[in-house]
């Protein structure tokens, strides 16, 4: 096979792939183009003329799901050819950082990051309703008002897309965990800041610097903190990873005020107006009381007058922020809304990190800079650049007062909320939390603050407004709710049990973001694939992935993981090979065992996929073992020559033993298939002729169809993997083991069938001539006596015309190679004589079953008078491939054996198989004896005489199969048959002397006539 690079073996499957129908680069095929067009009925399209249908069309329409699959079939591949091009496993490094894999993470993450930019842009609309609800539902469950519902058939998408708003969300979290594996690799494993750019690493840790002083800015040190604390530092990142999800996850700001101005009763454009109906109802009382200053909550019969819409409530005199709860008034409905729908958009911009500047801009648009002022004291914010330290201890007060807000202030859980993240006040936070990123926010947010205000308090103590608040009994209270800083893997698991959270964290992608985050991967490898064995096995034992004498406690929570989530364990297995190239110690061998299940159930959704081409990259990443089972498995599904060829190939460039493969795969094969046991031996006889049923001629008949087509998957699976020892260089006397260990099991499995198809896909000739270039120097055909003598007539040929130049010493180095060459064959069809005495044995079994159907088709002929010669043509070339055939059984078969075990075995295999085959061909003898010669009968006699030599082995059949009285009526018949037949070939006269001398006249016995 000739060598291929792995550049052009990618683009050899790119151009096969391209080669279709389908084809196309990224995305932008003309399938996926289609995928997203609108249909008639949906809301979405207009009516467009009609056209004929096309080709393509028609292949659409018979074939719906066509894109999908070759879009899924698209990044199955670029996930491979991205791990074959980055990946680094093989080659000898010495750093310890992480800029060998961040390549190979990065182009994981854009792989998803181009499927949900297409898969967002054909589900926009679906996708923008269903977060109009998330935030409608929100604003609803904070102030127990309802919204404006959208009319019937809003929700209506286009059923017959191929791919869901669900795919979408999927997507999302795949390029949400690729980020966070890529973020919490660079935190763990960190990148010198001069490499950084070279490999796309793009999270920069601040610096430690030792100008840190009493009068430096608090950025300079909330900077220097992260710089130091490592803790902090890592929960910093993981807070900005979980503000980059909901950023890209969430709705737009802009179209969360969108749906906000329908509850406000405000159109677009007046949320500049603030409390609109409440400002009128007040400037209404000023009016009637011409009252020249502001109202106040005391004024005479203010109670009475000022009334919201429903007059249950007394409205606020002023319009002052803090007016509501300093005057323990009320908003008009519309501006109750109004307020809570600003402070939901606040908290979204708080909780996906927007920075200050994004916040004040967008606060003074709607004339609310004061929320924004009320926004700025968080230390993370950039414009605090420039702070002086003066405003630093002002902040640190200013954070204990939002924690104070967060506490017992405002109107609404979000404002709430909102002033809980400045100050880090976890109780607030946590009560608008609706999901597990919002959670663990939550947590991590309170934990980062807590730890950067220890962290001033014991550098910078002269700094601290400790002393100041120890003097406000209102600050005697713990601003993060009590709670200390959680360790990460406690957090994760609380979210586990936690009420609100509990459903989601047991969501695969939840799951396998928690272990990265809380440094639990290879526990979670282990328990899942635990867990998949357990799943694969509970029907019975799987021959994929075998079970695991290793259980995990019921109450432990895992994942729903199964065969059938292709995607998961897509992702899984990639993850797994990063933390391979990083050298990742994943425990002892069960949990080897248990990580490896699930490289194994993605590599069995490749070969299901068609997409055998990448078997052996990715069984290259197993054990060595587990790596030949795992291939070998799969070999027998691929049958077409030329993708075995580009399988042998790839093995061998990935470095995968193909011998270990074909032989693990043999014998995983033969030791799955156990035969029924139906027999007191190992080899049941052979079934050849009828079962107690003497014919009109006295001998038992053939069977028809006594081999039959019937075959077991099993048996199937087993040819076809020897077929591919063809393709395998040398190994002469392991392929010649590995066939005759299948003809013996087949033998034993009742398996005839595949038996012959086995004998006559991958014959002795077939393999001599693969094999023998590589191991003599040319290819013979070791079936064929005469090859030694063409062999040694074209060398004697090449001598005599080439004497004249050629040296002394080069004859007889030429003499040498051609000893040498006879010596190797010698040997080779000596280590093949086993195999070739099978090969023999179904030979002569085809023959046999040919041979019936042809004499069967007889009566048919003889009662039409019809074609009777040509019927006795096609019986006479039967009986020849019988005898043909024949011969080499009743001449030491089976006879060859290395050890005593051998013997023993091959002894019962004798005893199995060649009384059956001696007396179905006296059968032959017999029946072709009356419509061909009756000469025939005399190998009848030679047979006879075979068996009755001394130390006969035929005879020694016969007597351990306890056959020896049948095999005597059956060579009486036939002494009988002799006496009295007659040439019915020949039509009467004599029969025809043999070389030897044999003849039937012998048998002739002619009375004299008596005389009158």
Known sequence: MPHMSREESWNSLHHSEASGDNAGEGYSDVSMEDEDEPENGNGRSATVSPT?????????????????????????????????????????????????????????????????????????????????????????????????RPARGEDSGDENLMTTVEDLKRWEQEEQTWELLSLMLQVQHPIPESERAKVGA????????????????????????????????????????????????????????????????????????????????????????????????????????????????????????????????????????????????????????????YVRDWCQERVEGWRATAMRGDPRSLLSNNS??????????????????????????????????????????????????????????????????????????????????????SFKFSAFGGQSVQPVGKIVEKMKQFEATKE????????????????????????????????????????????????????????????????????????????????????????????????????????????????????????????????????????????????????????????????????????????????????????????????????????????????????????????????????????MTAGVAVYKFLIRSHGLAAARMLSQTVTFADISLAKTGSILGRSLDLSKSEDSINMEAESGRTTRNTRSHLSSSQRRRRSSSVRRVRSERELLLDDGDTFRAFENLFAALKALEEWKDVADEGQKHWEKRQDIRTWKDALQQAYNKIEATMEPLFHDWLQKSETDADAEEFEEIRVACLPEVVLAYNTVLDFSSRYLSRDLLLKSM??????ATKDSELAKCFVAADRMPELVDSFAYLSKSIIQAEDRGAKGGKSKKKRNGETLDLWTVRAPVPQA
């Not at 967002?120 to 404006?148: A, D, F, Q, Y």
């Not at 709860?325 to 402070?343: G, H, I, P, S, V």
């Not at 407004?465 to 003097?471: E, P, R, Y």
């Open 52 to 148: 004929f249908p096309t080709i393509s069309d028609v292949h659409r329409a018979l074939h719906p799901l066509q894109a999908t699959a070759d879009r899924v079939g698209k990044q199955i591949e670029k996930f491979a050819e991205n791990l074959d091009r980055l990946s680094v496993r093989n080659q000898r490094r010495t750093i310890k950082d992480c800029r060998h894999v961040i390549p190979l993470v990065n182009a994981y993450k854009k792989i998803a990051n181009d499927t949900v930019l297409h898969l967002g842009t054909m589900h926009e609309s679906e996708r923008r309703k269903e977060l109009s609800k998330t935030t409608r539902r929100r604003l609803r469950s904070s102030s127990g008002r309802s919204t404006p």
């Open 202 to 357: 793009d999270l920069l840790r601040p610096n430690k610097t030792s100008q840190i002083h009493r009068y430096s800015s608090e950025k300079d040190v909330w900077d220097n903190f992260l710089a130091s604390d490592d803790e902090a530092w890592e929960k910093n990142t993981v807070i900005q990873w979980l503000q980059i999800c909901a950023n890209r996850s969430g709705q737009d700001i802009e179209q969360v005020v969108e749906e906000l101005e329908l509850g406000a009763d405000r159109g677009s454009g007046l949320w500049a107006h603030s409390w609109l109906f409440t400002k009128e109802a007040i400037k209404g009382q000023k009016r009637l009381r011409s009252w020249p200053k502001a109202l106040e909550p005391n004024d005479p019969g203010l109670d009475a007058s000022l009334l919201n819409s429903e007059k249950t409530k007394a409205l606020v005199t002023q319009l002052d922020p803090d007016a509501i709860t300093r005057q323990n008034r009320a908003l008009e409905k519309q501006d109750l809304y109004f307020e809570r729908a600003m402070w939901l958009a606040c908290w979204e911009m708080v909780r996906r990190g927007k920075d200050w500047g």
């Open 388 to 473: 002086s330290a003066t405003s630093w201890q002002s902040r640190a007060l200013w954070r204990q007062t939002c924690a104070l807000a967060a506490k017992d202030g405002g109107i609404d859980e979000y404002e709430k909320a909102v002033y809980g993240v400045l100050s880090g006040y976890l109780p607030s936070v946590l009560k608008v939390s609706r999901c597990w990123d919002d959670y663990l926010f939550a947590q991590y947010n309170s934990d980062l603050l807590h730890l950067f205000d220890d962290h001033v308090q014991i550098s910078f103590a002269d700094r601290g407004s400790t002393a100041l608040m120890k003097k406000q009994s």
């Open 504 to 735: 989601e964290a047991r969501d695969p992608f939840k799951m396998l973001q928690s272990s990265l985050i809380g440094k639990s991967f290879a526990d979670f490898l282990y328990t899942h694939g635990v867990r998949l064995a357990e799943a694969i096995n509970a029907k019975g034992r799987s021959q994929i992935i075998p079970p695991m004498n290793v259980t995990i406690p019921i109450d432990y929570v895992t994942a729903p993981i199964s065969m059938d989530d292709h995607d998961y364990l897509r992702i899984i297995t990639h993850v797994i090979f990063i933390f391979q190239d990083l050298g990742f110690d994943f425990g002892d061998k069960p949990r080897r065992q248990a990580m490896e299940n699930i490289i194994v159930a993605y590599v069995d959704y490749l070969s299901k996929a068609g997409k055998q081409q990448l078997l052996p990259l990715y069984t290259s990443r197993l054990s060595t073992a587990r790596s030949w089972y795992c291939l070998g498995r799969q070999l027998p599904s691929i049958q077409e020559h030329g993708e075995r060829e580009t399988l042998m190939r790839l093995m061998k460039q990935y470095d995968v033993d193909v011998y270990g493969v074909l032989s693990s795969q043999m014998q995983s094969a033969i030791r799955d298939a156990v035969p029924k046991k139906d027999s007191s031996t190992r080899y049941p006889s052979l079934r050849i002729l009828e079962d107690n049923r003497i014919d009109a001629m006295g001998l038992r008949p053939i069977r028809p169809n006594f081999i039959g087509k019937v075959m077991t998957d099993d048996q199937r699976d087993l040819v076809h993997g020897f077929e591919w020892y063809l393709l395998l260089e040398g190994h002469w006397e392991e392929t």
């Open 942 to 947: 030679n047979m006879a005489a075979l068996i």
